[in-house]
């Protein structure tokens, strides 16, 4: 069995809306052998090693069932089994996992293996870990004879677990995460340790662990500085240790004599414990606590000693939440096991784990452990009597083997007040205090007890889970603080995919809202665009650059070109978004990555329309995108149609739903909002300067999906129409989109129309234009489209223009160096076009500079770029036989405009009236009556 790929996906994806890894596997002969042919041996060793697969359910949806899917009738496949694996793995570290499916992969014996993951990390070992699990189980004769004969699975596991400590959230930041996604709170992991973003863009806040962003850094400061807190609670009136900072072993000893034993010893700044000493009551022992306390700190604190249970306490936002008591690490002998021994059998506990694996840490026979065993006069070996408690660790921390128990409800008020007191004092949003006590329920102002410290990053495991009573949600108050009810998380995320005009869309929807007055962030085709800024260059349609914009703490808008790639390779970068719209399913990129059939594309470009949760913006006049609509959860569906008869739009517009029409008039055609019932005319698309008078047709279109994505967000009717009115498309505006340049004797238009859809667009657009002279286009396909979609290209450009120059991409992506323009020419030719009409120049730049010296005055040059920049440049540049080129810093020229002709007042019920200029209608207006 062979592992060929492993595909990480990050968010919603083709196969489940949430974060799964996706291992493709050959069975190689093992597609022969299903578990009942592996035979009993092999389960029965898998269960040993895994008695949680007892757990799983699978098919039958029961404890038991997958048990049952490997032992009965033929059994199931190792692929199937992997998947479990994979799952099952993650969940004896901690992490809570169940989602998996296997699903062929083409080949035979090829399967997809299909599993949840929490952490990217630990869920690609867990299923290496897997693989080798079943491999070490295999029968000799299908073992592999390259596997490591001194592989050991409890080895390996305990390995694994320790390997996710590592890298896997902490309780803490879990907890907290969770409570987030219980509030539907998005959230990013930042780095590979425990520093997260909750909600997105300008709403974000921070935590790092406990520490959040309304944690005040003096607030920190101070109680890391133990002596100065110790001074500050004390000044306050607040139960508090005698306390003094010493640098020597001979400081020390004279301070502990000072303040009387016992004494502890501790680092002035750890935590969790370390190189702390407790109830020291001479000398010699002060002076080897100090070099112990020397590991963990320059400087350490000499304390009295205060007799009690320890306490932990924790605040949030002014509030006393919960309470744990805590006791060290121990074992209670029975006068007849040694106490190496009983660790083994404290051990055994199923609660306890390796690390914060579960409610309870293992207890460790370590170095610090010999020293408490040594101050009893005891040893590992020794025999405790029966009922004595031997503890291990000096402090209750539970990530030394503690343990814990709450007494929230047991508190008395004096001491709930004596610690939410004691937090203010220090500043913190979120505060832990330990509290020595030997009773939590009298008032410390009777009982006695002591402050003996303050945290800054309270951990959460000792509330979440305790040893023993009531758990308590802890994380929800942080959560509630930091997000009071009511106040926004998200920023409204237009998520726009398709075929054609994905970028162009954007690319208008983000100007629309700029132009509204939002900081818009932005990702195309062509980079990252921070408030019309670029950012980063390159192709930026999928979910890293997703998380670059929600992660801006300035944005206000995010509009995402999400392309089929991104999808494909690591999925959706965010959960949910405000609008999903989808253009257009046509023919591109089929043939790659298991994409073979429009219906499969449009099953990859539908997943933006399942995580939509306000409005799925579909195209209408589309029907793989009208199918889309049974697969929405969104609030709304707005449907966008040319026809304005369209039988299934008519319906939902009647029944108040809302909908983008054009609607033809006597001046044109005008883009109409249907909502709720209501008829509200935007624009006639002859003032859209990107539609080149309206011929641009395509463009037309664009501006209608940009209007329904903008209205579906909120947009006002006049801050649609002022940013359509402003867009055009000059190559600052949209490179590669429609760029007209005018400035020479002839007319050059660039585009980055790479399908037979897009070529067909831009051929109807010259159609409509009128040309003096001849016409002219520069064709080329990308390499790794299939031969007939190249082919298709040719066929679709045949006939609407006069001479053609056919080239190829700079990156041939596994195509010879005449391959692509030779297969065009191969395609013209068939339609038709003349031999003498065709030319085949290979390279993109003498391509266009052939096209462009053979223009004539009242020529047109179409250009189908794929070095937009650098084509762009050489057009602007280019200087005609007996002219100059344009001068350099001279603006942009506008827009071509097309001649049109004047068109009558519009129709409405049989009755003429007349619209301003952004297609408001005015008034009734006279029909013309000739003299």
Sequence with gaps: MKLLESSVYLGPNLYALFPIIRFTVDLEELEQWPTVRLGR????????????????????????????????????????????????????????????????????????????YEAEEVGLEAGKLALQLLRSLLPAELAPRDFPPAWNWETERDAFIRYTQRRALGPSTASLVRAAEARDIPWLRLNSH??????????????????????????????????????????????????????????????????????????????????????????????????????????????????????????????????????????????VHTIEQLVEIVNQDPRRGIGHEKVLTRLDLDAQAERCLRDKNYERTSVARKGEVVYLRRTGNLSTGGTSSDVTDLVHPDNAEMAVRTVKAIGLDVGGVDFLTWDIAKSYKEAGGAICEVNAAPGFRMHVSPSDGTPRDVASPVIDMLFPAGIPVRIPIASITGTNGKTTTARMVAHVFRMAGRYVGLTTTDGVYIDGQ???????????????????????????????????????????????????????????????????????????????????????????????????????????????????????????????????????????????????????????????????????????FATAIAYSMGVSLDELRTGLRTFDTTFHEAPGRMNVYDELPFKVIMDYGHNAAAVQAMCSLTDGLRVSGRRILVLAAPGDRRNEDILEIGRTAAGHFDHYVCRRDDGRRGRGVEEVPRMLRGALLEAGVSSDAIEVVPEETRAVDHALRMARPGDLVLIFADALQRTWNQVTAYEPEGGRARQAGKPEPAPMRVEQASAAPALADGKAFVRDSRGVRLADAEPEVAD
């Design 534 to 704: 670029l950012t980063v260059k390159g192709d930026m349609t999928g979910p890293v650059a997703a998380r670059m914009v929600l992660r801006d703490p300035g944005v206000e808008v995010a509009v995402l070109e999400t392309a089929r790639g991104g999808i494909l390779r690591r999925g959706l970068g965010y959960r949910k978004c405000t609008v999903g719209a989808v253009l257009n399913i046509q023919s591109d990129h089929l043939g790659l990555k298991g994409v073979d059939t429009l219906d499969q594309l449009a099953q990859v470009k539908r997943v933006v329309v399942e995580v939509a949760g306000d409005t799925a913006v579909l195209n209408a006049d589309d029907a793989y995108c009208l199918a889309m609509a049974e697969h929405s959860k969104a609030r709304h569906l707005c449907y966008v149609t040319r026809d304005i008869r369209h039988p299934l739009v008519r319906e939902h517009i009647r029944a108040g739903g809302r909908a983008v029409v054009l609607e033809p008039g006597l001046n044109g055609d005008m883009i109409v909002v249907y909502d709720r019932n209501e008829h509200l005319p935007v624009l006639w698309t002859h003032l859209l300067p990107c539609t080149l008078e309206g011929h641009a047709q395509h463009n037309v279109q664009n501006a209608m």
């Design 41 to 116: 041996r092999f389960v029965d060793g898998l269960l040993h090693a895994l008695p949680g697969l007892h757990q799983h359910g699978c098919s039958y949806e029961t404890p038991g069932g997958f048990v049952r899917r490997m032992t009965e009738d033929e059994g199931t496949w190792i692929g199937h089994v992997l998947e479990h694996c994979a799952i099952e793995i993650q969940n004896i570290a901690g992490a809570k996992v169940t989602f998996g499916k296997t699903r062929a992969a083409g080949e035979p014996g090829h399967y997809h293996v299909i599993y949840q």
């Design 194 to 335: 425990s520093l997260i973003q909750l909600g997105h863009g300008k709403f974000q806040k921070r935590i790092q662990a406990t520490i959040t962003s309304e944690t005040r850094h003096i607030a920190v400061e101070i109680a890391s500085d133990k002596e100065e807190a110790n001074r500050i609670l004390s000044d306050l009136g607040l139960p508090v240790p005698r306390q003094e900072l010493v640098q020597t072993e001979e400081d020390a000893a004279r301070v502990a004599t000072k303040i009387g034993f016992p004494v502890v010893v501790k680092p002035y700044n750890a935590n969790h414990g370390r190189g702390v000493s407790i109830d020291l009551k001479d000398g010699p022992a002060v002076r080897a606590a100090f070099h112990e306390a020397r590991e963990h700190s320059r400087s350490v604190l000499v304390e009295s000693m205060i007799l009690g249970f320890d306490h932990r306490m924790l605040v949030v936002n002014g509030t006393l939440i919960a309470v744990a008591k805590r006791v060290p690490g121990h074992v209670v002998g029975d006068g």
